[in-house]
């Protein structure tokens, strides 16, 4: 298949908004795909923070599965949640409280208290607007499920602190292709400039080797290649054309929107050893 490249264009001046705005901000919040958080880390955002406490949210935890848990744990200061349910919003508050809780206990030892601030950061699509909304009781910022919704800079003022909400920023370039396809999968890069046939191709090669049932259980497919997994989607799901011929591009749109809305289960894409090549490097 084609190398998955990109093209930042209004990321570079993102980058530069926050690199000016960091020096405000007592903390950063990273937001990652708890399916995918390897793929989702973005070290140029990490290089932002500096020296400053960071506190990373795994998101979507309701698409993940429990092979997400270990992923946790490798991880510094990581919590797991999902957004979109209200009951998540104790927890990321906590985490957050906890992030600065050494500073407020000496400002408060000197006879002041402040407001903390901190900078939501993350590749597009992993739920940072989703997650501000959910903090402040109301939409306060815009949301989408495709990359590129939030553009420009949003401070939210909530009870007790204020986040800023920034564009999701995607890195210049990404070495390893197959954390590359994970970000296909999951929506973090615009489908306008993937080719979607090798990406639903390759997404059913990947689950026919790390969740074989649920294939077996959604489509019908019990192996063969790739092209013949698709076949197998094309003919449970009635996708024939006129003369007999699959309408594989139906096939294509179905095994994407399947995997994303969580209609093949909860899955979890990348490993142990993902997450220690990238956190390590980063």
């Not at 705005?21 to 937001?31: K, N, P, Q, T």
């Not at 990373?56 to 797991?80: C, E, F, H, M, S």
């Not at 949003?154 to 920023?169: K, S, V």
């Not at 210049?172 to 615009?190: E, K, R």
Request: aromatic share 6%.
């Amino acid at each position: 298949m084609k190398r998955i490249q990109w093209f930042p264009g209004h990321m570079t001046k993102a980058m530069r908004m926050m690199e000016k705005e960091v020096s405000l901000a007592d903390g950063i919040i990273y937001v990652l795909d708890a399916r995918c958080p390897a793929a989702t880390f973005n070290p140029k955002l990490l290089e932002i923070a500096g020296a400053k406490p960071v506190l990373y949210i795994l998101n979507k935890a309701d698409l993940a599965d429990g092979r997400a848990d270990n992923l946790l744990k490798l991880i510094p200061n990581a919590i797991k949640v999902n957004a979109a349910i209200a009951s998540s919003r104790k927890d990321i508050i906590g985490a957050i409280n906890n992030l600065v809780a050494e500073k407020r206990e000496r400002n408060l030892a000197k006879g002041y208290s402040k407001i903390f601030r901190f900078l939501v950061v993350g590749v597009p699509n992993t739920g940072k607007s989703t997650i501000i909304n959910l903090l402040a009781g109301s939409k306060r910022t815009v949301t989408g499920n495709k990359a590129g919704v939030t553009r420009g800079k949003q401070w939210i003022r909530l009870d007790g602190f204020e986040l800023l909400d920034t564009p999701g920023t995607m890195p210049p370039s990404c070495d390893n292709q197959a954390l590359a396809l994970h970000l296909a999968y999951v929506g973090s890069i615009n489908d306008d400039i993937l080719d979607l046939d090798d990406i639903a191709l390759e997404l059913l090669g990947e689950l026919f080797e790390k969740y074989p049932k649920r294939l077996e259980e959604r489509y019908g497919i019990c192996g063969g290649t790739k092209l013949e997994m698709l076949e197998s989607v094309c003919a449970k799901r009635g996708f024939i054309m006129r003369g007999g011929e699959y309408d594989f591009e139906r096939g294509i749109r179905a095994v994407i929107d399947d995997f994303r809305k969580g209609r093949l289960g909860a899955i979890t894409l990348d490993t142990p050893d993902d997450i220690k090549e990238v956190f390590n490097r980063g």
